[in-house]
């Protein structure tokens, strides 16, 4: 039930979310309860949110997953058309680009995110305590061609799963 609440919110507040939609389900006559099906990351969600189609990013869990170590994966990128192509591996050498410079003194975060967009995501995060869905493996990046900036993708926002009492975001960079 949460999930589809921050969904609604997050849609209103201009943040791309996989729509959910809940489902009475009934397998042979037999009442199972309220199910929840949930839009996977495709162009039809891009284009839900007025978005032009463009890569969707996430962290490889094979791999190392702490920045800026991680390996970054872009979803469902079978039969790309050559100028699709052109623009993953566009996307691909900025998120590269991000992982070389981002120690360099003149490093910028405007060039590479909508922080716009990125701060709706954590206020939406703290204001519900739905912090499992910034742990970096879960957040989804979809590359905007118009803006040339990484979005979030509000996703997997479930509460629970760990103890988030006193919990802040430096925590992600502490032990």
Do not use: C
Request: aromatic content about 18%; overall charge negative.
């Amino acid at each position: 039930g949460w999930e589809m609440l921050i969904t609604k919110i997050a849609s209103k507040e201009g943040l791309i979310s996989p729509r959910i939609i809940p489902v009475n389900l009934s397998v042979n006559g037999n009442q199972k309860g309220i199910y929840f099906i949930e839009e996977s990351f495709t162009h039809e969600t891009l284009e839900f949110y007025n978005r032009k189609p463009g890569p969707i990013f996430s962290i490889n869990d094979d791999f190392e997953l702490e920045f800026p170590y991680v390996v970054y994966e872009a979803n469902g990128i079978s039969n790309l058309s050559i100028k699709e192509k052109k623009l993953l591996n566009y996307a691909k050498s900025k998120l590269l680009d991000l992982k070389k410079n981002y120690k360099n003194k003149d490093f910028s975060i405007n060039l590479y995110f909508d922080v716009v967009q990125w701060a709706s995501f954590f206020s939406l995060i703290d204001l519900f305590s739905t912090y499992h869905g910034a742990i970096p493996r879960n957040v989804k990046l979809y590359y905007n061609p118009t803006t040339q900036l990484f979005e979030p993708i509000v996703f997997d926002n479930h509460m629970g799963g760990a103890n988030y009492t006193n919990f802040s975001f430096i925590d992600f960079f502490t032990q």
